[in-house]
């Protein structure tokens, strides 16, 4: 069974920054891709940033220059450094392992989600 756990939301002003962690634990054959994602209230959930297998990343525009993503493949866990932080980004972020376990297809994986509120 694969879990996704993420950590690090908190409250920030404006400006500021925080850093999420995601460790994906349980037996995985292969990592495809991990990526971020993000959910306002009463907005649908949407896609901020993600790495391939290969490294390669990608971000959506409102935090281009903004956040990155990284991931440590040895300690299975993805990171996303948010800097420059507007109320605007204020929402649960969940973390996605798109992966293969052994014996499954390859499946997406959440986490529960862990807020991060920046006030103005």
């Known amino acids: 069974q694969v879990q996704v756990v993420e950590s690090g939301g908190g409250s920030v002003q404006a400006g500021g920054s925080l850093r999420l962690s995601c460790v994906a634990s349980?037996?995985?054959?292969?990592?495809?891709?991990m990526r971020w994602y993000r959910q306002a209230p009463g907005k649908q959930r949407e896609l901020v940033a993600g790495i391939s297998s290969g490294g390669a990343t990608n971000y959506a525009d409102f935090v281009k220059g903004r956040f990155t993503i990284s991931i440590n493949y040895a300690k299975r866990t993805l990171y996303l450094q948010m800097n420059s932080l507007k109320p605007e980004d204020t929402a649960v972020y969940y973390c996605?392992?798109?992966?293969?376990?052994?014996?499954?297809?390859?499946?997406?994986?959440w986490g529960q989600g862990t807020q991060v509120t920046v006030s103005s």
């Open positions: 996605n392992a798109d992966v293969t376990a052994p014996s499954r297809p390859r499946t997406d994986y």
């Open positions: 349980g037996s995985i054959f292969s990592f495809h891709a």
